[in-house]
């Protein structure tokens, strides 16, 4: 009797760990970087491996960079940055309140996607602030487009454009 209640703790015991791989497995791939190169400053990313609604988190001058690829019915805006034929958020992943770093919630609705636990502040898809204490929207690095690849550190016309507009503050 007891051989038997041992076996059946040790197959639910090998059941949960399994669950607890699996688990990490699937925080490990979502939190995965895409392939990227380091140099004076720059950091190239090639996009083209991007998975839509996966946020992939760079360094770039030792700043948390959010990049994420947007899905089709994800709502335009001017914040926005087309590869290949896809759009993409690109900004810094630091609270513009006191520079937390703000979590996303893919099961959120657009409105509430990132969220800030220190005090409260919340940003839309677009990493527009939507509420709390942050004053303006998430900063986007200088970036310019490569190809499938986005160069951080780089001004090109594209990030030019965001800044003569006043979409972003220069960082
Ligand atoms: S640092 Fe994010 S809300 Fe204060």
Request: with cysteine; charged share 20%.
């Amino acid at each position: 009797m007891n051989s038997r209640r041992d076996f059946m703790g040790m197959a639910l015991g090998g059941f949960t760990a399994l669950g607890g791989i699996g688990a990490l497995y699937a925080m490990k791939r979502s939190w995965d970087p895409l392939p990227s190169v380091k140099s004076a400053g720059f950091t190239t990313i090639d996009l083209s491996g991007a998975v839509e609604n996966v946020l992939n988190v760079e360094k770039w001058r030792g700043k948390p960079i959010f990049v994420l690829k947007l899905a089709a019915d994800a709502p335009k805006s001017p914040r926005q940055i087309t590869v290949g034929g896809s759009r993409y958020l690109v900004v810094i992943g630091l609270c513009t309140h006191l520079g937390c770093i703000p979590s996303f919630d893919i099961a959120a609705d657009n409105k509430n996607k990132f969220k800030c636990a220190c005090h409260g502040g919340e940003y839309d898809i677009n990493a527009v602030e939507t509420f709390g204490p942050p004053p303006r929207p998430l900063d986007i690095p200088p970036f310019k487009l490569s190809g499938t690849s986005l160069v951080l550190g780089e001004e090109g016309p594209e990030y030019k454009k965001m800044l003569a507009s006043g979409l972003t503050l220069k960082v």
